[in-house]
């Protein structure tokens, strides 16, 4: 399996002198293609800030990130637009889709945004929403659909350009269960389709079984889990 993301040693801090908070102390971590992995934790552990680590919009304190063999450099703001475009794909709990866009153009502009051509673009955009049951939905707008189907929007929007990295901070917090459930299914389902890293914060902990691999963070600590057989996974609790 080829490692397509690694994280060297990190620590992140906020403040200064005595009022300084560490809420990340040395993380190393490796993402290979094709593991989804489940990132968990009490409130305030630090899940988001090492997520925005991982996707490029937060620097580490101490530390390196390695994104295909090359070190993330924190201070090139131009060269980190350029990782972010290429190579990761976000989704977060509310879709944030752009309101005034059709579906069609909310997608197509992530693809211009990666320098794919208007032919791939279109090309991808018939595959992702056929693949996502979201032809009928290509015209409309973002407000004329519901909770869910614009969370498979999103999933469509984090794939486009074939990112080897796709992020999801709390996707289903704004899901009832079986609709999250849903959601998250297709998401581990399309990343693996596209051989995608997938990193996932959730508070669900019914959506664990489901993820190769368990993150989990406390008291600034990560560790870690494979999981081969999902009902031998302690954390499991039944819907
Ligand atoms: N920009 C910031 N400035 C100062 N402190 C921050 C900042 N962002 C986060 N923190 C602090 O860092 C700690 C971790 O926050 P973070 O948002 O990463 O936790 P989380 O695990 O994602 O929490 P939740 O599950 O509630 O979303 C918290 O104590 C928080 O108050």
Same mark, same amino acid.
């Given at each position: 399996m080829n490692s397509i993301m690694t994280c060297q040693g990190i620590c992140k801090s906020y403040?200064?002198?005595?009022?300084?908070? &560490?809420?990340l102390k040395r993380v190393?971590?490796?993402?290979?293609?094709?593991?989804?992995?489940?990132?968990?934790?009490?409130?305030?552990?630090?899940? =988001?800030?090492?997520?925005?680590? &991982?996707g490029c919009l937060l620097a580490p304190s101490e530390g390196q990130?390695?994104?295909?063999?090359?070190?993330?450099n924190f201070s090139d703001k131009s060269s980190l637009t350029e990782v972010r475009r290429q190579k990761l794909g976000f989704i977060f709990q509310h879709a944030q889709l752009l309101p005034f866009l059709t579906i069609e153009d909310n997608l197509a502009?992530?693809?211009?945004?990666?320098?794919? =051509?208007?032919?791939?673009?279109?090309q991808r955009l018939d595959?992702?929403?056929?693949?996502?049951? &979201?032809?009928?939905?290509?015209?409309?707008?973002?407000?004329?659909?519901?909770?869910?189907q614009r969370q498979r929007v999103a999933i469509a929007r984090a794939l486009l350009h074939r990112p080897s990295i796709v992020l999801a901070d709390e996707p289903t917090a704004a899901l009832d269960w079986h609709t999250g459930k849903t959601?998250?299914?297709?998401?581990?389902?399309?990343a693996? &389709?596209?051989?995608?890293v997938l990193v996932v914060v959730t508070h669900d902990t019914r959506m664990l079984p489901l993820f190769d691999r368990i993150l989990s963070i406390a008291d600034g600590i990560l560790t870690e889990q494979q999981q081969t057989a999902a009902v031998d996974n302690i954390f499991y609790t039944q819907p």
């Open positions: 403040g200064s002198g005595e009022m300084t908070e &560490l809420v190393d971590l490796e993402f290979f293609q094709g593991q989804a992995s489940v990132l968990i934790g009490p409130s305030g552990s630090g899940k =988001t800030t090492l997520l925005s680590i &991982l990130l390695l994104i295909d063999n090359q070190p993330v502009i992530i693809g211009r945004n990666a320098g794919m =051509t208007d032919d791939d673009i279109q595959n992702l929403l056929a693949r996502l049951e &979201l032809k009928a939905m290509r015209y409309k707008f973002p407000a004329q659909l519901s909770g869910g959601v998250v299914e297709l998401l581990l389902e399309q693996r &389709l596209e051989q995608a």
